[in-house]
Structure formats: structure tokens, C-alpha cells
């Protein structure tokens, strides 16, 4: 079956729930997001450490400036809608304009806002936002094979898990780094998103 073209071009957008708000990253976002990630445990399994200052995290939101400008990577700060205080990050990664596919990634969240409904609703968010208004073909997502609580976080969205790349990376601490694979395809995405909203509802 041919594919029709459609255009692909992911950017910057504001994506509103009713938890959290997905806004573009700004170096306005420094502050809150150093308070937020400056835990060493968020980033146990990042190719970088903690946010060590503002500073640090003024260069870091930088480097993801300069990869929007590239069209590499679109980066998200998450906002807590009751707070309004900046509490983590995600991003559009790996994104393929020829083939309509994007991978979601470089997510953390501050300790407070882990194990809430906050995840559920970037995702939510990010995956409908991929369907719905880009046309995307296959949403992938990624975890360090020994982070478990990433895992279960990615299968409870509905993702099918596809396999292992086996000594993918060199870890930070040095060790093999096995990747497993998770993705969203265009058929699967009215499932995944009813999935969603139920959780969403609880």
C-alpha cells in the first residue's frame, strides 16, 4: 500500500493538560529546573549528571537550543500547572522527517513529581500531539535495559516492546549499556490513547 507524503516537520508548540503544561524550553526555565534536577538519582542512567547550578543548567538548555536550531531535537519543559513551577523535561529526539517518525526521550522529572500522574499526561500529551497533528507513522521510546521503573512506566502506556540492543552504549558509570526498544504505530494509536485517558481518569 503506498504511503501518502504528508508534511513532517516537528517544532516548538505549547501543549496544555490538566496537570501539566509542555512549553518550549527557555533559559527563563534555568532556576526551576536546577531546584528540580539537581538530584544525582534523576540522571542515574543520563549521559550526564545532575544540574550542578543554574549556570549548568543555563548551558544545558543552551545545547538543546542549538539542537532545535539544527532540527534535531525539540525540547519541552514541563510545567506543574498548580505550582506553575518548571519540574523536568522531555523531548522529540531521533526525529526522521523523510519517514514520519520521531523518538521520545531525554525525560526526567524532579523526585516530587515521580510515581504521580504527571508522566502519563507528557506522554499523553507528546503521543497525541505526534498522531493527531504531525501525522506521525511511529513514535519510539527507549530505556536503559536496568532502569525497571522506566520500563513498566513505558509498557503501562501501551508501548510494544520490540528488543534489546545489546552493548548499545557505554554507560556513564562505565559499564555496558543494553537498550531496549519501545514503540507507538500510527494503527495503534486510538488503543493507546483510549488506554491513556482511562489512566488519565483514575
Given at each position: ?7 513532517f ?7 496544555t493538560?490538566?496537570l ?7 533559559l ?8 528540580a ?5 534523576i ?21 538543546c ?8 531535537r ?21 526525529i ?20 504521580t500522574?504527571?508522566?502519563?499526561e ?7 500531539h ?39 552504549r ?22 493507546v ?7 488519565m481518569?483514575?
Amino acid at each position: 500500500m503506498a504511503i501518502t507524503k504528508t508534511f513532517f516537520d516537528p517544532q516548538p508548540v505549547t501543549l496544555t493538560g490538566n496537570l501539566v503544561r509542555l512549553e518550549p524550553i527557555a533559559l527563563a526555565h534555568a532556576a526551576d529546573l536546577y531546584a528540580a534536577g539537581a538530584e544525582e538519582l534523576i540522571w542515574r542512567y543520563s549521559a550526564r549528571p545532575a544540574l550542578s547550578s543554574v549556570s549548568d543548567a543555563e548551558g544545558w538548555i543552551q545545547a538543546c537550543l542549538e539542537e532545535l536550531a539544527a532540527g534535531t531535537r525539540v525540547t519541552f519543559t514541563v510545567i506543574h500547572l498548580e505550582t506553575g513551577r518548571a519540574v523536568g523535561s522531555t523531548a522529540y529526539i531521533d526525529i526522521v522527517r523523510e519517514h514520519r517518525t520521531l523518538e521520545i526521550g531525554f525525560t526526567w522529572y524532579g523526585t516530587p513529581w515521580q510515581r504521580t500522574g504527571v508522566n502519563t499526561e507528557c506522554k499523553y500529551l507528546l503521543l497525541r500531539h505526534a498522531f493527531e497533528a504531525l501525522s506521525a507513522r511511529r513514535v519510539s521510546l527507549k530505556s536503559d535495559s536496568r532502569n525497571e521503573r522506566s520500563r513498566r512506566a513505558i509498557l503501562r502506556l501501551g508501548a510494544v516492546e520490540e528488543g534489546t540492543l545489546r552493548n548499545h552504549r557505554i554507560a556513564r558509570d562505565g559499564v555496558d549499556r543494553h537498550t531496549v526498544y519501545y514503540s507507538v504505530i500510527e494503527s495503534e494509536w486510538p488503543d493507546v490513547k483510549g488506554r491513556l485517558e482511562g489512566l488519565m481518569r483514575r
